[in-house]
């Protein structure tokens, strides 16, 4: 497969109209019996959480968050989203919470950033931005989970890789993610991706969140919230049918995996 070779310094490949892919995520949502709530609203945007229950009376159901879309030039992330929710294949013994685009307005620009130019994944234990305020508390409220997917793409990249922060030793879900991938769109050879040591598309990051002044929604999430999570990456200079279907693959993976 071939890199279309747009990216120049940042991501320049195709954008998306984020005011119909959020009409078209809920949409989707409400057709397949998700509870919608707003947690967030500044002008004509919102920020919502996505929230379904395991089939009744499913002994142990296991509780998955997802979460997509807080770089507005990764726009696969929100697609993918879409697809997941337009596709409606979850196992039936999964709680499932997913907030589907953390930072719409910044779609509106292609940028990382947000209106104020803030990077959102940078504002998880000292936050300045309202929406990564409203989504702490949001989040404050909600159980622990099992398992927790953060969806992004990497605009420089030679192919899909992810972050694995599993700290207690789970059955790792990176292998299997890879090798599905793998099928789908190319994986990331590198021995060092984002100047981390790398294998197989595979990051695991030795690092003690609370040495970082600025977390991402990662590092809030390994320490508050679960003991198991990936950050995907999809590598945003090939076509975008190819990324979105890797982080689709890459969901429709972990989520069959960690059901059975
Ligand atoms: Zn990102």
């Not at 196992?91 to 130019?117: A, V, Y």
Request: glycine share 4%.
């Amino acid at each position: 497969m071939q890199r279309l070779g747009k990216n120049a310094g940042r991501y320049l490949g195709d954008t998306i109209d984020i005011r119909q892919v959020q009409r078209d995520i809920e949409l989707a949502a409400v057709q397949h019996g998700w509870t919608s709530e707003t947690f967030f609203e500044s002008h004509e945007f919102k920020l919502f959480a996505l929230t379904r229950n395991s089939k009744p009376e499913t002994p142990n159901p296991k509780r998955i968050y997802l979460s997509a879309g807080i770089h507005g030039d990764e726009p696969a992330s929100p697609l993918a989203a879409l697809q997941l929710l337009q596709e409606n294949r979850w196992p039936d013994n999964l709680d499932l919470w997913f907030c589907p685009c953390l930072n719409p307005i910044g779609f509106t620009m292609n940028t990382r950033e947000n209106g104020h130019g803030i990077d959102l994944n940078r504002e998880y234990l000292n936050t300045v931005a309202e929406e990564i305020k409203a989504h702490l508390k949001w989040l404050e409220r909600q159980p622990k989970f099992d398992l927790c997917l953060l969806l992004h793409e990497d605009w420089e990249s030679h192919g899909f890789y992810l972050y694995e922060q599993n700290p207690d030793g789970r059955p790792s879900l990176a292998e299997p993610m890879i090798e599905a991938i793998s099928k789908v769109c190319p994986i990331d050879p590198n021995e060092i991706i984002e100047g981390r040591p790398a294998q197989n598309g595979i990051i695991r990051p030795n690092l003690d969140p609370r040495t970082r002044p600025q977390w991402p929604e990662a590092f809030y999430l390994i320490t508050n919230k679960t003991r198991q999570s990936y950050t995907l990456e999809a590598p945003s200079d090939y076509p975008i049918e190819t990324r979105v279907n890797a982080l689709v693959t890459a969901v429709r993976t972990a989520t069959d995996l960690i059901s059975k």
